[in-house]
């Protein structure tokens, strides 16, 4: 789990937490994907492509009231924009970051990482969670069925240790948070199907921050970047880059979005690091891009900012390329009520519980999957089944049975055997499930009849369907799906409880193609120089499914390569 909320805040009751880029490396060649044609119709800018992503916009110049001079100019101050200005800054350069918001938004937690000094004092410990660097780099490529950037998968994997070390500092300056290693992974007797691998840094907050005192991580590490030089102008949009005769990005043209709204030039002499977010709020490029994953889901809060594909788009515009297939990072967590289907802009509800690999049920009253494994395995199935939603079931055992899951990552509820720290409590996750009872979205009864009822459900379908499960579960073999004994556990104390389930959709993946020097590329798999791009502005490291038995792979790798981006950018070495 990973916020623009800290965990200190959300038990304080603000809100639950979202889940949610350095020497420098020798240019690595680009992979092809979707690319910016040139204009079709040069007289009217046509550039033929998807309707989403039309022509740059053009600004007369006398609507440029405003010209501002930097060296390294940051768009996007969130999980890769920070750590990219800070980074710019300690590297000697003069650095400003914009955003279209008025504070910092999506600043993951949970920090994916392979040698940091802390996982390393933990496997000294617990030498059996020990991460094999190149199995972790094959898991990521496997998980992307390939169709990744090998170079940039190694990347994360060497320079990430020292990207945490790094921000272990930071934040540990001033005594108010620490870092904290959550890598535990389970009982490793008994792995299941999906191997987990203990990656995940989390900052906490100590007993030297006050109670009312509002320092979180985004708090802590913007303040840091400050004390480093770096400058921050809000609420300033990002509209295009700005290139000179040979095509090198020297600066963007942005609009104040608060005051007389007037467009400004910015120029940059190092270098612009985008850092804008994906595109997942853009519906019409989500239809062409993944149009399978808008169809189960479900809008929920905490959805993770507003990302239109700004910073994807400008690179286009450039003449750079874009992974082939589309890809979002999706949790099952997320529900409607019984009379909703997930997709079609259908607005539901949060919930966390849906992970737990309880039985789960399509419209029919059948079940169809193995319910245990990475989170998205279930949703992709169930893109199969009637209306793409299904129907999780559990009872009044759900607490035991839940810490009988040993379940890992970011759906964990207890805490580890050795230590880490579970990433929300169960009796937390009690309460939201008594609230979706109140509002009409999670169904209780005493009876399996009764709650296929409410759940408009086929009554005998759903009652046979439950009772082979028991049946399996008694016999400590699951015949039908092979979901490992430790998880096959019987459903037979009421009350039972159920709720439609579909996708809470947290993020885009699939981005612009860069190299390891974290420019974007175009066709021939030449550098746009001048331009970085990290976070999910840029591609090439996930596709089809996220990894995330990689505990916070996503925010280490946008870290990791924003760090990086920013070193490149003030130092001129790419």
């Known amino acids: 789990m990973s916020s623009n909320v800290t965990r200190r805040s959300f038990f304080k009751g603000a809100g639950l937490a979202a889940l949610g880029g350095l020497s420098a490396a020798a240019l690595s060649g680009c992979g092809h994907g979707y690319a910016a044609a040139e204009p079709t119709n040069p007289s009217t800018g046509d550039f033929g492509g998807p309707s989403w992503l039309g022509a740059p916009p053009v600004i007369d110049e006398a609507d440029i009231t405003e010209t ?18 800070i980074s710019a800054a300690e590297n000697g350069a003069k650095v400003l970051g914009i955003d279209r918001q008025g504070t910092p938004h999506n600043v993951r937690e949970d920090i994916g990482a392979i040698d940091s000094r802390l996982q390393q004092a933990s496997f000294d410990e617990f030498p059996e969670f020990r991460i094999e660097k190149k199995e972790a780099v094959e898991d990521i490529v496997r998980y992307a069925n390939g169709f990744v950037n090998y170079d940039l998968v190694k990347l994360w994997a060497d320079e990430s240790g020292a990207m945490v070390d790094w921000l272990t500092d930071i934040i540990q300056r001033d005594g108010k948070l620490v870092m904290e290693f959550e890598g535990g992974v389970g009982d490793t007797s008994d792995p299941g199907r999906d191997k987990a691998f203990a990656t995940g840094h989390s900052p906490q907050p100590t007993d030297a921050l006050g109670e009312d005192e509002e320092w979180g991580f985004a708090e802590s590490i913007l303040a840091y970047a400050a004390e480093q030089g770096a400058e921050v102008r809000w609420y300033t949009e990002f509209i295009k880059c700005e290139t000179d ?20 030039r910015i120029n940059a002499s190092r270098g612009v690091i985008l850092s804008t977010g994906g595109y997942g709020n853009n519906l019409e490029m989500m239809e062409d891009r993944q149009a399978w994953n808008q169809k189960i889901r479900i809008a929920a809060p905490g959805s993770g900012g507003n990302p239109t594909g700004s910073g994807i788009k400008a690179a286009l515009w450039l003449g750079a390329t874009m992974d082939p297939l589309g890809a979002a990072c999706t949790f099952n967590r997320a529900c409607v009520k019984p009379d909703q289907y997930a997709g079609d802009g259908v607005l539901g509800r949060w919930f966390w519980f849906g992970e737990q690999p309880f039985l789960k049920l399509n419209l029919k009253g059948e079940r169809f999957c193995n319910e245990s494994g990475p989170y998205d395995y279930m949703l992709h199935s169930t893109i ?25 990552g970011c759906c964990r509820l207890f805490p580890f055997p050795n230590g880490a720290k579970n990433n929300i409590p169960m009796q937390v996750v009690d309460g939201m499930i008594e609230k979706l009872i109140e509002d009409g979205y ?56 159920g709720v439609r389930t579909g996708a809470w959709f947290l993020a885009t993946l699939d981005g612009i193609t860069i190299d390891t020097n974290m420019h974007p590329c175009d066709e021939n798999g030449d550098p746009i120089l001048g331009l970085y791009l990290t976070g999910n502005d840029s591609g090439g490291f996930f596709s089809v499914s996220y990894p995330n038995l990689l505990t916070g792979l996503a925010c280490g790798r946008t870290m990791t390569f924003g760090r990086r981006a920013g070193m490149l950018a003030a130092t001129g070495q790419a």
């Open 384 to 408: 199969m089944q009637p209306h793409q939603t299904y129907v999780d079931i559990w009872d009044a055992n759900h607490a035991a049975q839940a810490e009988a899951f040993d379940e890992v």
């Open 442 to 497: 999670v169904q209780k009864a005493d009876t399996m009849e009764e709650l296929a009822e409410k759940l408009n459900l086929p009554v005998e379908t759903t009652v046979a369907s439950w009772k082979h499960y028991n049946e399996m579960a008694a016999a400590g073999e699951d015949t039908d799906y092979y979901k490992e004994k430790h998880r096959l556990m019987p459903i037979d104390t009421p009350p039972f409880y």
């Open 245 to 264: 005769e040979v095509g090198r990005v020297t600066g963007v043209i942005a609009r104040d979005v608060q005051g007389d709204r007037h467009y400004l």
């Open 68 to 85: 501002i001079d930097t060296e390294v100019l940051v768009v996007g101050m969130g999980t890769g924009g920070i750590p990219a200005m």
